[in-house]
């Protein structure tokens, strides 16, 4: 009896302790949730204020604008790294925790505290202030086509860039290079050297392959050609731009993008915005004679919001680490889904052809096949978000090679049209008439994603 008496207290106390190791970490876990939902909830109205000044803010109100965003990262800052959230990061530290995402979001949450801690509320403060200045004064370059006058500013983005690596990932530059710390901020894990090895791997295909085509292409010219009616100097095009809009709209919806939690606009450089999985925001842009800019922009920009829209919003993912995008290459591998697999296929057309006849008649002497010949075609040109299939990696190492030179010191800032102009003459055969068509062309740099460039890539391999 003694005996069984002792194994059942020995019994008990065990699940007793059990059970309160659950409850510690039920209650460390909840505790953690918490504190990084309201951290979400704040990011995801800098998200909303981003998207207004991309789309619909006046020019007077850029000052204004970026004090708000300013300010906002400060308060954002204060709470990703308050005493509260030290307090909650390291009781979560260590935790066992059965389900897959729960822990997912721990890992996370520890390595963006350690990350973010690293960062001054001065630091995080200027880098949104920047940010916003350099959007503006990107914009007013590209629209008067000036680098010149961009450059400096773009001088200082770059420099307070190289801060925020050093800063926040000293483990990842100090292994290798600074541009590292840069790159892990879009792409997890990911290193200039092994971006080489993929490139050059990827450059020794592609090379000789275009080459071929644009070799054929000059002795045949004929198996190349656009039906007349979407060449982009055919009259019928002409003040097309409200109709465009209209037949992207259809179109978005079509695929699947849900209007009743999001919403489509225009913008100097086509993205996805928004705030959260219920509020996803796109934007294109459009022009009389180019049908396709703004009609492929549209399905790029809805696989990026399909990828938004489906983000996990149950009880494990809202607010929380496991429901954000993987990496953005992972996000452009869902984009370039939607437009080099299903946009450039024949199935594709058989479905969008009647829709352009119906709202655009001239072309109805163009069958399905016409227009996938006209969207299949290599043609080497400036823009790097119309560029075809083949010719569109070049893009993307150009801007590789251009950022991370900068990075490293190696290139001085006011030279970049010279070695930009260079490199696409040189590769793709292109003369760049000016800045606005070369160097200005992409918004990216000008919010301080350096570094995201090579995930374009990358998503198109994956």
Known sequence: LGMYLVQTVAFGAKRLAQRRGVALRSTAYDALTKE??????????????????????????AASRAAQKEALAGVIHEKRTSTRMAEVIDAARGLTLADARESANVRDAIEGFDVESR?????????????SECFVAWKKAREAS??????????DMFSLKREVAATTRPDVCAAGEPYDGALD???RGMTASRLDSIFAKTREGLEPLLKAVLAKK?????????????????PGWKGSVEKQAELSKKVAADLGFDFSKGRFDVSTHPFTGGACPTDVRITTRYSDGNWLEGFAGTVHEVGHALYEQGRSGDAVGDGLPV????????????????????????????????????????????????FYRAINRVQPGLIRVEADELSYPFHVFLRYDVERALFAGELDVATIPQQWNSYMKERLDVDVPDDASGVLQDIHWSFGAVGYFPSYTLGAIM
Not at 119 to 131: F, G, Q
Not at 331 to 353: D, G, P
Request: hydrophobic share 40%; proline share 5%.
């Open 185 to 187: 901020a879009f792409e």
């Open 119 to 131: 960062k001054s509320k001065d630091l995080a403060e200027r880098e949104a202030r920047l940010e």
């Open 218 to 234: 000059r002795d045949a010219p004929e198996i190349d050609a656009l039906h007349p009616a979407l060449a982009f100097d055919h």
């Open 323 to 370: 429901s954000k995008a993987l990496s953005m290459g992972t996000h452009e591998s869902q984009s370039l889904l939607w437009e080099r697999m299903v946009l450039q296929s024949k199935a594709f057309w058989e479905y969008a052809a009647p829709l352009f006849h119906e709202a655009f008649p001239h072309t109805k002497e163009a069958s399905p096949e016409d």
């Open 36 to 61: 990084l939902r309201e951290v979400a909830r704040l990011e995801e109205v800098s998200g909303i204020l981003s998207y207004d000044e991309q789309c619909f803010m006046s020019e007077g109100s």
């Open 146 to 155: 000036d680098y010149q006058s961009y450059a400096p500013i773009l001088q």
